[in-house]
């Protein structure tokens, strides 16, 4: 049962584009989400997270957006770069369950110039 | 330095063979994690601890034991490795007070033959 859905196996943006990475959850009771990069040989980085009281969260040329009544988030990384080019995976967590994560399956991203 | 190790990097066992992945982290974080990546699972966890007395299971232990063996080292050992215990390891670490995004360390390669 894949609580956290990335439908998208991998997906190719040009350099200066924006790339959108989708998400969906089924679980209602997920209350703070998370996205990660993660290059080749490394381990996953944080990205960005936003809340579920939120429905927009912004860092530099990342955003994150939920729709709650969608069970769905995106990230927006615009412009985009080649140093983008990496899988980016989205997690979820229900805080009652104190920092245990639920994570998708991931959506490598391919920046061309 | 980097926060997260993780020791061996890359380890070629046989069935039947017992062997240990070790992490440690400099960060001071009391929880700590151990995941599985499988191509085309994402990252699944295996054990937690939020604690040097407090382990729990993840949601795929079968097979797998751990040892905190200290705040700042968290072991994971396979007792009887089996091929389909070959995947990507990896480490992780949180502090509550940071929200839920946990550190991640590089990895352990992990081929069982």
């Known amino acids: 049962d894949q609580q956290v859905k990335q439908n998208s196996p991998s997906l190719s943006v040009q350099e200066g584009r924006i790339s959108i990475l989708n998400c969906d959850y089924t679980n209602s009771m997920f209350d703070y989400f998370l996205w990660y990069k993660k290059y080749p040989a490394e381990g996953p980085t944080f990205l960005i997270s936003i809340s579920s009281i939120k429905d927009k969260n912004e860092d530099g040329r990342f955003t994150v957006f939920l729709n709650k009544s969608a069970k769905h988030l995106s990230l927006h990384i615009v412009p985009s770069q080649p140093g983008d080019s990496a899988v980016y995976f989205c997690?979820?967590?229900?805080?009652?369950?104190?920092?245990?994560?639920?994570f998708g399956t991931g959506t490598r991203l391919q920046v061309t110039l | 330095d980097a926060d997260v190790t993780q020791t061996p990097r890359n380890r070629i066992t046989k069935t039947g063979k017992r062997i240990m992945l070790e992490c440690s982290q400099t960060?001071?974080?009391?929880?700590m994690y151990w995941y599985r990546q499988d191509p085309g699972l994402g990252l699944r966890l295996i054990y937690y601890s939020f604690d040097v007395k407090d382990i729990n299971k993840g949601e795929i232990s079968d097979g797998y034991s751990v040892s905190r063996q200290a705040q700042a080292k968290f072991s994971l050992s396979l007792e009887s490795a089996i091929p389909n215990q070959t995947a990507l390891y990896f480490c992780?670490?949180?502090?509550?007070?940071?929200?839920?995004?946990?550190?991640f360390g590089p990895g352990t390669r992990l081929l069982v033959l």
């Open positions: 997690a979820a967590e229900f805080t009652g369950t104190a920092s245990k994560l639920t």
């Open positions: 992780a670490t949180s502090d509550p007070g940071q929200g839920g995004a946990q550190y």
């Open positions: 960060k001071g974080h009391d929880r």
